[in-house]
Nanobody, 127 residues
């Protein structure tokens, strides 16, 4: 069973940085996607960064491009999200997610395409 546990959230001032971690019990067998999502109060869950395991390709939502960096440490089964230049609009619960992919599917930003989720870690940015 794939279990994901996020950590690293907190309260920071605008302009600050955080590094979120997502520890996995294991990843899906074969090629898989890992992703970070966030959800602010009253808003839909938003995909912000994805990484495909086979070639390590990454992509970012326009709202975070240039400020967020997704990476992983396979030896530790841990996914990271480095967040720089934090803004109040980044305040949200942040979740990591994982899902296997096949030759017929690809990594997406759609929450419904991910089977495995962590419980989330809160990021609060004050101005």
């Amino acid at each position: 069973q794939v279990q994901l546990v996020e950590s690293g959230g907190g309260s920071v001032q605008a302009g600050g940085s955080l590094r979120l971690s997502c520890a996995a019990s294991r990843y899906p067998v074969g090629t898989y996607c890992v992703a970070w999502f966030r959800q602010a109060p009253g808003k839909e869950r938003e995909g912000i960064a994805i990484r495909e395991s086979r070639f390590g390709t990454t992509s970012y939502a326009d709202s975070v491009k240039g400020r967020f960096t997704i990476s992983d440490d396979n030896a530790k089964n841990t996914l990271y999200l480095q967040i720089d230049s934090l803004q109040p609009a980044d305040t949200a619960m942040y979740y990591c997610a994982a899902n296997p992919v096949t030759r017929y599917t690809s990594c997406t930003y759609r929450p419904g395409d991910y089977a495995y989720w962590g419980q989330g870690t809160q990021v609060t940015v004050s101005s």
